[in-house]
């Protein structure tokens, strides 16, 4: 298969992650190793270009600068041989590097002043330059030589992104702009070389030297050495000409190929979405006979229908999150199970709860909350009839109140308590163990946090609202500040309240009640007065059994969808490696 083959056939793994862009490698690739146009006996060899290129810097006027020392290359040093009539050279042979300006604050101003220049910097480096978020320098800190040039390519040299260091834009006219210390410009000898070095500058030949000679913490620093010992394929001029056009050619071909999968996508998009919506919007059934019964079951079968053809048109995991968000979604809105008449009324379970914790408080075991009763709360209009809407903290252990933990852990300590904090917090596959232990005597004064096995986590400083249940091999634990400890009373179901805590509206209540100071944090208090719907106990488990069903058809989506990017990505690579075979 050739180059022009595989463009054919790119439908066939376009749902490959990147397909795109793997692609527009691969095409820069095969441009930098002389495989993308053929080579002609008749073109006047690289080394006859080189010696004009040597010629015009010895006769620049600017050629009493000091000239860097720059290795020959040896035969050991090229990734592969030069195609006919090409030759290695050092990247520094072909161009000088001009750094950026430095300058102070006293020196800047926040919009043009007479003898103020804007100044370019790292983020104006992009697919081309961008002149967005400026700032203006004293023209007097600018050196002739620092302001941009026609055929220059600017340059990131430090930025905290690794990526971002060493990427470069052309500049396709004279500005009247400098650039910034972090900056630089690729000054080519001869502007014979400009749109070839545009297509090296985008290779990964290039940025595979560049990742490696990027050093620092922090800030990564692209070496004016590394820039320099870069090894650079200079092909003859006439060939360059030909990569360059047939370069232009293949990625405005790339750009039709990723605007109708963006279609595509967007189409895919706007079925799930409708798909999705329709689930959390089936007709109910109507007329006096109608029953909570007959309409869950209407919504039951749509649903059905619905999700028995979403797996033609999941193509990416945000897809299947909005799925799952959608079953979270119905589930706390009543409308994922049918409702039974003979449930035992749940106002009866919460009667019996509040009775105990009346009973705690008369007898003073624990102190009155000063909580709103489920009275106090509105039901939603669309809430089945039997369901309430109660406080969190009336449905908490009164004995185990929402609590957090150790406030200052110290430092590890090897066979110590262990310790939970918020990374460790997950919902099911949990380690043997938490990562970290404390010291026993640190532990001690937060006994009231321990952990017996069962409860359900909640992180309230930095990650709000994810979300754990702690394994049994865990009991003894404690837990860190940034989690609190929520324990339900028998009369909830903790599956059923691990799917409320889940779903978009807690998650949002949690959203809004953050406060931001140090990090983002979520008060005890607030978390108490999160508005829970509360089914009878029956239909809690009903919700929990049909939940689980679901999640487990997601799952398997899921798995599918990762089977499918890996048999696209494997078929991506093998005509790839099929391509440039062919193309040797």
């Given at each position: 298969?050739?180059?022009?083959?595989?463009?054919?056939?790119?439908?066939?793994?376009?749902?490959?992650?990147?397909?795109?862009?793997?692609?527009?490698?691969?095409?820069?690739?095969?441009?930098?190793?002389?495989?993308?146009?053929?080579?002609?006996?008749?073109?006047?060899?690289?080394?006859?270009?080189?010696?004009?290129?040597?010629?015009?810097?010895?006769?620049?006027?600017?050629?009493?600068?000091?000239?860097?020392?720059?290795?020959?290359?040896?035969?050991?040093?090229?990734?592969?041989?030069?195609?006919?009539?090409?030759?290695?050279?050092?990247?520094?042979?072909?161009?000088?590097?001009?750094?950026?300006?430095?300058?102070?604050?006293?020196?800047?101003?926040?919009?043009?002043?007479?003898?103020?220049?804007?100044?370019?910097?790292?983020?104006?480096?992009?697919?081309?330059?961008?002149f967005d978020d400026l700032v203006f320098v004293r023209q007097e800190c600018i050196g002739p030589d620092q302001m941009l040039r026609r055929g220059d390519y600017l340059i990131a040299l430090s930025s905290g992104s690794k990526n971002l260091v060493g990427k470069a834009a052309f500049v396709d006219a004279d500005h009247p702009c400098g650039f910034g210390g972090f900056c630089g410009v690729i000054r080519l000898i001869s502007p014979l070389l400009e749109q070839f070095v545009g297509v090296f500058l985008s290779s990964r030949l290039y940025r595979d030297a560049i990742s490696a000679g990027s050093r620092g913490i922090g800030i990564n620093n692209l070496k004016r050495e590394t820039l320099n010992e870069a090894l650079f394929p200079l092909p003859p001029l006439a060939e360059q000409q030909r990569i360059v056009t047939k370069v232009n050619e293949l990625m405005a071909l790339c750009d039709q190929l990723e605007a109708a999968k963006n279609e595509r996508e967007a189409r895919r998009d706007q079925l799930v979405a409708a798909s999705l919506h329709h689930i959390g919007t089936a007709p109910t059934a109507t007329g006096e006979a109608a029953t909570e019964i007959q309409s869950a079951n209407l919504l039951r079968d749509a649903a059905r229908f619905h999700l028995d053809h979403l797996p033609r048109l999941t193509t990416r995991p945000e897809h299947i999150k909005q799925l799952r968000q959608t079953i979270l979604n119905l589930a706390v809105r009543g409308r994922l199970v049918p409702q039974d008449p003979s449930d035992e009324p749940i106002v009866v379970a919460l009667q019996t709860v509040l009775e105990r914790r009346a009973e705690l408080v008369r007898t003073k075991k624990i102190r009155q909350k000063k909580l709103d009763s489920c009275a106090a709360l509105i039901r939603q209009g669309d809430l089945p009839t039997s369901w309430v809407v109660e406080r969190l903290g009336n449905l908490v252990d009164p004995e185990n109140t929402i609590s957090y933990g150790v406030l200052v852990p110290g430092n590890e300590v090897a066979d110590g308590v262990p310790f939970v904090r918020a990374q460790d917090l997950a919902l099911n596959s949990h380690p043997k163990r938490p990562n970290k232990s404390i010291a026993p005597e640190i532990e001690k004064a937060y006994a009231r946090t321990r952990l017996k096995g069962g409860e359900i986590l909640l992180c309230v400083v930095g990650s709000i609202g994810k979300l754990g249940v702690v394994p049994p091999?865990?009991?003894?634990?404690?837990?860190?500040?940034?989690?609190?400890?929520?324990?339900?009373?028998?009369?909830?179901?903790?599956?059923?309240?691990?799917?409320?805590?889940?779903?978009?509206?807690?998650?949002?209540?949690?959203?809004?009640?953050?406060?931001?100071?140090?990090?983002?944090?979520?008060?005890?208090?607030?978390?108490?007065q999160a508005p829970i719907p509360l089914p009878p106990l029956a239909e809690q488990h009903r919700i929990v059994a049909k939940v689980n069903e679901l999640m487990a058809l997601c799952d398997q989506l899921e798995a599918q969808l990762a089977a499918t990017q890996t048999d696209s990505r494997r078929l991506l690579e093998a005509m790839l490696h099929e391509a440039l075979a062919a193309a040797a």
């Open positions: 298969m050739n180059p022009a083959q595989l463009l054919e056939h790119f439908d066939r793994i376009s749902e490959a992650p990147d397909a795109v862009a793997r692609l527009r490698r691969f095409i820069l690739d095969l441009a930098v190793r002389g495989k993308l146009v053929e080579q002609d006996s008749n073109d006047e060899p690289a080394s006859e270009l080189f010696k004009r290129i040597q010629a015009e810097r010895a006769s620049d006027v600017a050629g009493t600068r000091k000239q860097a020392v720059i290795t020959k290359v040896g035969d050991s040093d090229v990734p592969f041989p030069a195609p006919l009539g090409w030759l290695w050279l050092r990247f520094g042979l072909a161009h000088d590097l001009v750094r950026g300006v430095t300058y102070t604050k006293s020196d800047v101003a926040e919009t043009q002043l007479a003898d103020y220049l804007p100044i370019l910097r790292a983020n104006n480096i992009g697919d081309s330059l961008n091999s865990w009991a003894g634990a404690n837990i860190a500040r940034a989690v609190a400890r929520i324990s339900p009373v028998r009369e909830v179901l903790r599956d059923y309240l691990l799917v409320i805590l889940q779903a978009q509206p807690l998650q949002s209540y949690f959203a809004e009640a953050t406060r931001t100071l140090a990090q983002p944090t979520l008060n005890v208090g607030l978390i108490e």
